[in-house]
């Protein structure tokens, strides 16, 4: 495929990565796509310190420090492991590199021996290369590697530099590359001619002194004239001095105009930062960054987040963020999505099954147990079900009810979502397509997936209604009941819509109550059987908008059957359902009849 040679060329792409025992992660393995990769996930999953492992490995300087918590469960003599196997351009330079570098090969999945005998130029692997940083049991870092004889050689300071990372993370520090910190971005993009010992020459050549008042010079002069009759270096002068770890070059800074005045841009709001921070690597020599961003909605307001979005989307770079903003799940289209679990396993989530989804309600990603109604109608339902079920309201325990887009939508995204790891529920129909894959689902999901044994909703609580109310369900929430009486009335082929003639046509038609509760039934769910073509078929697939095909005609459903006294009919099919959810949320199990509606 010529556009993913391209790619494979002109930027660095990490194809692999396996941590070990580093901070939370016991083991965790990851092949990410070559492109912007979404890392989502529940608390303390794993998310930050995945993107903290990629970005310790191609880290530009090696003052970096570890502590006993970057070790899991604080164990350091276990050490820690970060490896990763990664294709370089030729920019970054490894045929330059001071010792000879043998690439492995990469098959599609794992790194494998080159075959120096394989002459099929159609079927040639990809040279990559394996890298590795190791913790060791005294708290340092050692950076590796990997040739395909199993011999390690140092993974010098400059390679890392020359593959570049640039890292925005969630806290504070968003500012590094917008100062002359060594291997930042402003000092990959600057440092060509030894900028930095020429801003330390023209800081040390500034006469500070001249500050001074008489007093104060005096007494820097008596200081001096100490040290001579101690016989220590004297002639004493003010000059500004690095401190052990800290160059003058990381105090210098880009400054920018604010209202004629110039201010440090590390001064400004935390978005500004994080979007200079990337335009100055964009611009650098290489141009060859992976980019990591931790919490990227950070201090952006959402058009300058979709902006973001598009640019790294376009920079045609690999990158790796992590998110709990729904406007990034809803812009990122052309990005993977991954599910990180407690468990330390990265799944993705399959594009085509999840793309409807993150249009329609991306917060579906973000809860910590979504549950997926089939439609609005179950979403209206449901949630009126569920305020009865909880103490407190259910979402203040991170359950969110969401709309499924239809009972074949929704299978995609319930298999999406399984494969990718995520936990969540289902609330569905049974419409007799695909019995396999619902079985499936049911098998690895229990009582956290309820499907009505046959048909759908509407249809499970209408049978339940007796007789002499069926119709009092055509008396909407308004107390309107004018719409519902016309439909019911059109498929029984009648003009007049009032209660007298409806139960007349249904009694010439056979019992009375059979016909009304079949006709209403068809109303209600928008059945087309018995059209006698396609306009009068068109027609009647409407009729369920005047009825319950809504959140609000959900939630009247539900009232419905509190007031009709349906409740105690249905509640033994949907109470195990219910209770899955109280788990879930640490509640107690509910008996029969505890529920009141």
């Not at 007789?467 to 055509?474: E, G, M, N, V």
Request: negative net charge; contains cysteine.
């Amino acid at each position: 495929m010529p556009g993913h040679m391209e790619t494979i060329d002109t930027h660095p792409r990490l194809k692999w990565i396996r941590i070990s025992n580093f901070r939370c992660i016991e083991t965790l393995e990851w092949r990410p796509s070559d492109g912007v990769n979404i890392v989502i996930g529940g608390g303390d999953s794993g998310k930050s310190t995945l993107l903290h492992a990629i970005a310790l490995l191609f880290s530009p300087t090696n003052s970096v420090q570890v502590f006993e918590t970057d070790y899991r469960n604080r164990l350091s003599a276990a050490g820690f492991s970060i490896e990763a196997v990664v294709s370089l351009p030729s920019s970054v330079g490894v045929a330059d590199y001071g010792q000879m570098l043998w690439p492995w090969e990469w098959d599609g999945r794992d790194a494998v021996l080159p075959d120096p005998q394989s002459g099929d130029a159609e079927n040639e692997k990809h040279p990559v290369y394996k890298l590795r940083v190791r913790g060791t049991e005294d708290l340092e870092l050692a950076w590796e590697i990997v040739q395909p004889d199993e011999k390690v050689i140092q993974l010098s300071v400059g390679l890392r530099r020359m593959i570049g990372i640039v890292r925005l993370t969630g806290d504070d520090r968003n500012d590094r590359d917008l100062r002359l910190v060594a291997g930042s971005a402003l000092d990959r993009l600057l440092s060509k001619g030894n900028l930095k010992a020429r801003i330390n020459q023209a800081v040390s050549e500034t006469d500070l002194s001249r500050a001074l008042n008489e007093e104060e010079r005096k007494a820097l002069e008596g200081l001096s004239a100490l040290f001579k009759d101690a016989a220590l270096p004297h002639d004493l002068d003010l000059g500004l001095t690095s401190s052990q770890g800290i160059s003058i070059g990381a105090l210098i800074g880009v400054l920018a105009s604010q209202d004629g005045i110039k201010l440090p841009l590390s001064c400004w709001g935390a978005g500004t930062r994080r979007m200079a921070a990337l335009e100055i690597a964009s611009v650098t020599a290489s141009a060859t960054n992976l980019t990591v961003i931790d919490e990227i909605e950070r201090g952006l307001e959402p058009y300058r987040l979709r902006q973001l979005l598009e640019k790294l989307k376009t920079a045609n770079r690999q990158c790796f963020i992590t998110t709990h903003s729904p406007i990034v799940i809803a812009s990122a289209f052309d990005a993977t999505l991954w599910f990180t679990d407690v468990d330390g396993k990265v799944g993705p989530l399959e594009h085509a099954k999840i793309e409807k989804q993150q249009k329609r309600d991306p917060e579906t990603f973000l809860a910590k147990l979504a549950v997926i109604a089939e439609g609005v109608t179950e979403v209206g339902f449901l949630t009126s079900i569920l305020s009865n079920a909880f103490t407190a309201s259910f979402d203040k325990h991170g359950i969110r009810i969401c709309d499924g887009g239809g009972n074949d939508s929704m299978l995609g995204l319930l298999e999406a979502l399984s494969s990718g790891g995520l936990q969540f529920a289902g609330f569905c129909d049974d419409e007799g397509r695909f019995p396999t894959a619902w079985q499936r689902l049911k098998e690895k999901l229990g009582a956290l997936l309820f499907q009505w044994p046959v048909g759908c909703t509407e249809e499970n609580i209408i049978k339940h209604v007796p007789d002499d109310k069926l119709l009092s369900l055509a008396v909407d929430s308004d107390g309107e009941s004018g719409n519902r009486l016309r439909t019911i009335a059109t498929r029984l082929g009648i003009s007049a819509k009032d209660e007298v003639s409806i139960m007349a046509a249904c009694a010439n038609r056979g019992e009375k109550y059979a016909v009304l509760r079949s006709t209403l039934t068809s109303a209600a769910t928008g059945s087309k059987e018995g059209g006698s073509d396609d306009k009068q078929k068109k027609e009647w697939g409407k009729h369920s908008q005047f009825w319950f095909k809504s959140e609000a005609g959900g939630t009247e459903l539900a009232e419905k059957v509190k007031a009709l006294g349906i409740w105690p009919k249905v509640e033994p099919q949907i109470l195990p359902f219910i209770n899955a959810l109280r788990k879930f949320a640490g509640h107690t199990p509910l008996t029969d009849g505890e529920l009141k509606l």
